[in-house]
């Protein structure tokens, strides 16, 4: 029986484990120690964000987010219809109404004409998410941004390091939101960051974080104890997973090299075989620097997706499509409304097949992949 390829494997740095028997033989395994302090400072150097803010997960960094922008029962967000439910569920958890939007049919990225024509003047954000690490196209967000006075908030879970015109995602925006889940290049099983460029919202942001307290001023001597200051929550990761995320940082152009390795040799080897089949395989903006997150297949229709999704599982290939949208989910039809019918974002995701993408996966593994989805005859 020929081994199983998994669709995706977490990558296990160096040190994690030295890092980790520091922690465990220190007394101090709660955040905002050493390694709180140095992954922070490798997340900064990767993405040049002026301050970053280690989370929990990428779910709460959108909410803390959500609770910096202050949106509320009277507030829309704009969101991408084709997006991993915490892109929603941050904002409606503070009472405010997700307006659904279509995508970019070319990226899955959140379509900018269509966030236009959704502003209302309840309108307070639009939630723009780089879809695979490939920027959306910022320019058009930014200026709908700017006319009507809105935040933008970049959820960059699959875009570390990913440029557009030569600024990194996460740092466009208002404010920038990282996930370093065991799924994700970067990972320490479950983690998240929060990017700011506004100190004002930066020193916020640090209070909430800390269930509303200035502990870390006080931890820096900055004051001579800590109290209840504002709201918030528990979202400060322990030294545990910070220990792991800075080995991961550290390797961070190791990692990213070998997913290169992986996306390249898809992108060339599947062209041809894509091209007579009427597949549309991931493409790459020319102003977009990418992160090989994801290698995708647009298939001509659901029947023939579920064909090649099938057809790989039989040689031991896992290789799944992607979102539910979420206006039509049931969540999104309780806490949303969608002005104009996400048909783009429905179709992305009837035709969507991606397939493994891992640093690790050798040439052994990226050819029996290849061959089988050649053999499939769209």
């Known amino acids: 029986m020929t081994d199983r390829i998994i669709f995706s494997r977490p990558f296990r740095a160096a040190a994690e484990r030295d890092n980790l028997l520091t922690v465990l033989d220190s007394d101090h395994s709660h955040g905002d120690g050493q390694f709180t302090r140095s992954a922070t400072a490798r997340i900064k150097a990767i993405t040049g964000a002026d301050h970053a803010l280690l989370t929990t997960s990428c779910t709460h960094a959108l909410e803390l987010g959500a609770l910096l922008l202050e949106l509320g029962p009277d507030d829309e967000v704009i969101v991408p219809s084709f997006a991993f439910t915490s892109a929603a569920t941050a904002m409606a958890l503070r009472g405010a109404t997700c307006v659904f939007v279509d995508i970019d049919d070319t990226t899955g990225n959140i379509d900018p004409a269509a966030a236009a024509t959704a502003v209302t003047a309840r309108t307070k954000a639009i939630v723009v998410m780089h879809y695979g690490g490939v920027a959306a196209d910022m320019a058009p967000l930014l200026d709908i941004a700017a006319t009507f006075g809105l935040a933008i908030i970049e959820d960059n879970a699959h875009g570390l390091g990913g440029t557009w015109r ?213």
């Open 166 to 378: 030569g600024r990194k995602l996460g740092t466009i925006g208002t404010l920038g939101t990282q996930s370093f889940h065991d799924t994700k290049n970067v990972h320490c099983g479950e983690g998240g960051a929060l990017l700011l460029a506004d100190e004002i919202l930066m020193h916020r942001a640090e209070i909430m974080r800390e269930k509303g307290t200035d502990r870390a001023r006080f931890l820096r001597g900055q004051v001579d104890k800590y109290s209840w200051q504002d709201i918030g929550s528990s979202y400060l990761p322990s030294e545990l997973n910070a220990a792991v995320l800075d080995a991961q940082l550290a390797e961070f152009d190791t990692i990213q090299t070998n997913r290169h390795r992986v996306w390249n040799t898809y992108a060339s080897a599947l062209s041809e075989w894509a091209a007579r089949n009427d597949v549309r395989p991931m493409t790459i903006p020319a102003d977009s620097g990418h992160t090989a997150h994801l290698f995708y297949l647009r298939v001509p229709t659901e029947d023939r997706r579920d064909g090649l999704i099938e057809h790989l599982a039989g040689r031991g290939i896992v290789a799944p499509f992607h979102y539910i949208p979420l206006d039509s989910s049931p969540a999104g039809l309780k806490y949303g409304r969608t002005p104009v019918p996400c048909t783009r974002s429905a179709n992305f995701s009837a035709t969507i097949v991606r397939l493994p993408l891992w640093p690790m996966l050798s040439d052994a593994q990226l050819r029996r992949i290849i061959d089988a989805v050649t053999d499939y005859r769209v």
